[in-house]
């Protein structure tokens, strides 16, 4: 059974790559988990959802996941433990398919993803870590969250998108630089750059991830270097994370230092070995960043896709990585991700992968191009609805002659990235 001290360990590991899905204070994910437990006990008359049926169904005929699931479940410390037992498991799910989040001011507080915070504790248990890595687990959580998004692209989730204390619209009509405005939600998602109209229901949004992945205003995000091929611009607004140069074509992705693996995180498609001594740039994206990517060079789509894999399994690192950022290399040979093959226009950039990675709650990776179509650099390639939150831009070897961007040296500072600004120089 997990003690104290390796449940401190845990959550310190799970928050450095989590840090804007969970509050810093794993007492406050204690507290919202109690708060979903009560919901679900109120609503038990309400039927499961199908996806939660399948889910029940899945754990009654695969004795070892049942076992695992059951294990893991006993194996967080009483005083942190908000389900009980398999039924309570269920029951918390099929609340969570129909609940949208809500605002919360009070930082120590603000807890958006309710499936992080519902498996964290149990995630990080040793049947947890197990489980979690299991297909058929994530094939039946995939599911669940499947419905999940379905409600939240309906208009039944749009009743948080106001301006009261719980709206996401809240501090709209606050002064701007005003104490009460930077711990407003209209600060927090920084909706001066986007397209929401307030004289509409809702801000014009039908569902909350119609807010959730909201078109930013095209000034906002200006394009570098239109007329210039060598430019290679971001595909998304994110924080950085890793640059790396002459990236193998196979590795140990597992060990701590995370090296990328292009066989594994390009689902050992033939074409890996042409990228092979090539080059990657990862980024991560907090839950009030832009939730669109863009294409980082003009080309043709090749080839779309999506791997469906892990989404609550992280990396058993060593030591509390609390100022680092996690599991963001693993999860791109392990986690739910997207592939968009550009043959670019420019020649010496030859083939580009655009990687959109989910974490935790993927509730989707939608592609919004389709093979064959002609995109321009800057053009939208795709959506995360709630919850995805990684991005990998692949190049073929000798494309790139420099980054124009760096993870800097110091961890309290952030290197960020913005949608078609520039990142690299192409030959």
């Known amino acids: 059974m997990a003690d ?71 194996e967080v410390p009483k005083e942190h433990r ?31 993803f309710p499936m992080s915070a519902l498996f964290t504790y149990m995630m990080m248990t040793t049947s947890g870590l197990a489980v979690m890595r299991m297909p058929r687990m994530n094939d039946a959580l995939r599911g669940v969250l499947g419905s999940w998004c379905r409600y939240l692209d309906s208009a039944e989730s749009a009743h948080v998108l106001n301006d009261g204390p719980h709206g996401w619209f809240q501090g709209h009509d606050l002064p701007r630089g005003s104490e009460a405005f930077k711990k407003s939600a209209w600060h927090y998602n920084a909706l001066d750059e986007y397209e929401v109209d307030l004289d509409k229901p809702h801000g014009g949004f039908r569902g909350f991830n119609g807010f959730f992945h909201r078109q930013i205003k095209p000034c906002e995000r200006p ?4 007329d210039d091929p060598r430019c290679v611009v971001s595909p998304n607004d994110g924080t950085i994370y890793k640059v790396a140069r002459e990236v193998a074509l196979e590795t140990t992705f597992w060990i701590k230092s995370q090296p990328y693996s292009l066989h594994d995180m390009l689902d050992y498609d ?82 580009v992968c655009v990687m959109p990675v989910g974490i935790t709650e993927i509730s989707s990776i939608r592609h919004t191009v389709k093979v064959g179509d002609h995109v321009q650099k800057g053009e939208q390639l795709g959506v995360f609805s709630y919850g995805g939150s990684s991005l990998a831009t692949i190049f073929q070897p000798g494309a790139i002659e420099y980054f124009t961007v760096s993870v800097p040296d110091d961890p309290k500072t952030k290197g960020t990235l913005k949608v078609n600004a520039q990142m690299a120089v192409a030959r």
């Open 82 to 112: 908000t389900v009980d037992d398999v039924q309570e498991l269920l029951e918390q799910l099929n609340q969570i398919t129909v609940t949208a989040p809500e605002w919360e001011a009070v930082k120590a507080k603000q807890v958006f």
């Open 223 to 226: 394009l570098a270097g239109a």
């Open 4 to 74: 104290e001290d390796l449940l401190d360990r845990a959550y310190e590991d799970i928050y450095a790559s989590n840090a804007d899905k969970l509050p810093r204070d794993r007492h406050a994910v204690t507290a919202h988990n109690r708060a979903l437990k009560a919901a679900a006990a109120a609503q038990r008359h309400r039927p499961f959802d199908r996806s939660v049926l399948e889910f029940e169904e899945m754990l009654q005929t695969d004795s070892v996941i049942r076992m695992l699931v059951t294990r893991m479940i006993n």
């Open 270 to 351: 033939p074409v890996a070995k042409s990228f092979a001594g090539g080059d990657v740039l990862q980024s991560y994206l907090q839950g009030s960043d832009f939730h669109r990517w863009h294409a980082p060079v003009s080309g043709r789509i090749v080839k779309v896709d999506v791997v469906d894999a892990l989404m609550f399994s992280n990396l058993a690192s060593e030591g509390n990585d609390i100022s680092g950022v996690g599991s963001q290399g693993y999860y791109t040979s392990v986690n739910t991700r997207g592939l968009c093959f550009i043959e670019a226009d420019h020649k010496p950039l030859g083939l």
